[in-house]
């Protein structure tokens, strides 16, 4: 009765539009109600759920993201993407594609690389005779990659809630992206040959890729930071955050010294506004997910699972259904700490390797970042864009398909997460 109360009341929340992070405490409560259990349990949960050392690596790589947004970051890393891909057919819109990977590897989110690189890449596109409803679906797609390529704020949480390795995570990542990263240039450039775009540029030049590369290399050392400092043992993924943080401040302001105090305010603000959002979900999350456990019905879903999938593959893939389906009106964070908690222990229990399931979840939330009706980076890149939203969604299907390619090789290949991890830990 517990579980019927918590998930009914909570999807009625959904359907009537309430935000997430009240709808679950509405369902937490009222299920307290009914189980007879003191209210003030809530508020305890919520506070020992952020009370926690690795979840202050969120608001930290927000900030760090938010900083080299407003830094002149975009533009140096589309320069560079361009002068390695503007030659080949359809060369500007992939090397958009290329430019978004270079992004999410400075802000973990998938919006603010939707937000960066599309402002910049938007308008060259159209200026060159680009469908614009190709040139927004891709942007939105292709925005995806921020999640994926570390440093990913759903990896953090992730990691958090199924105590794994955040850092092995951010290594499987890398696997990953760049899987995903061909899926993507893979169809932008059948699709390109097949509408006649031409190259951005006639020829390559060896004088200007080594001049992009190296106004962009400021940029592009912080994912370099990041994981070599975690992997060589200098700093936590957390202080690694923090790292980051001061790096963004240091190249924004020192290196390329187009950031203004203002913007530094607003992007403060911004990062500030989006952790708090996240870690009142994460509170109200850990509530209903300890009354889920508490009540028992966390223990005979896990045995029911296990009796219905007795084969890893198969939980693998059903569970990814659910994900994408829940991924299709939650947001990301707030589905692994709603499912994590119930999808995980199964997956332990079957010897489902940690890295592997959290790359399979990780980017069945970034597929949910593209399917309406909560679709956040559509509505970015429509705010990018000014596009009706249909028309976005229309030019994005291609590129929808080719992610979903990339989550099916991930699922059938789990090398694909595991390889990098598996190769630095056997030296």
Known sequence: MTALILFGVFFVCLILGVPIAVG??????LALFQAGVPASVLPQRMFLAVDSFPFMAIPFFMLAGSIMEKGGISRRLVDFANELLGPIRGGLAM???????????????GP????AIGSVMYPQMVKQEYDPGFAAGLIAAAGGLGPIIPPS??????????????????????????????CLLGITYLLSVKAGYRGARDSWSGQRIVQSFWSALPALGMPALILGGIYGGFFTPTEAAAVSVVYALVVSLCVYREVKLQDLVEGINNAAVAASVVLFIMGTSAG????FAWSGSSRELARFIITTFPSPLVYV????????????FMEGNAILLLLMPILYPPAKAMGIDPIYYGLVATLAMVIGLITPPVAVNIYTAQGVTGLPMERVVKGMMPFFIAMLVGLVILIFVPQTATFIPSMLKAR
Do not use: N, P
């Open 317 to 328: 893939i059903a569970t990814t259904i659910v994900m994408l389906i829940f991924g299709t």
């Open 112 to 115: 603010g690389t939707v937000a």
């Open 24 to 29: 679950l405490g509405i369902a937490t409560l």
């Open 95 to 109: 090397a958009t594609s290329l430019a978004c990977a270079f992004f999410a590897a400075l802000s973990g989110s």
């Open 288 to 291: 209903f997910s300890w009354l």
């Open 153 to 182: 704020i759903l990896m953090v949480t992730f990691g958090v809630v199924t105590e794994s390795s955040i850092g092995d995570l951010f290594l499987g990542g890398v696997g990953v992206g760049v899987v995903l990263l061909i």
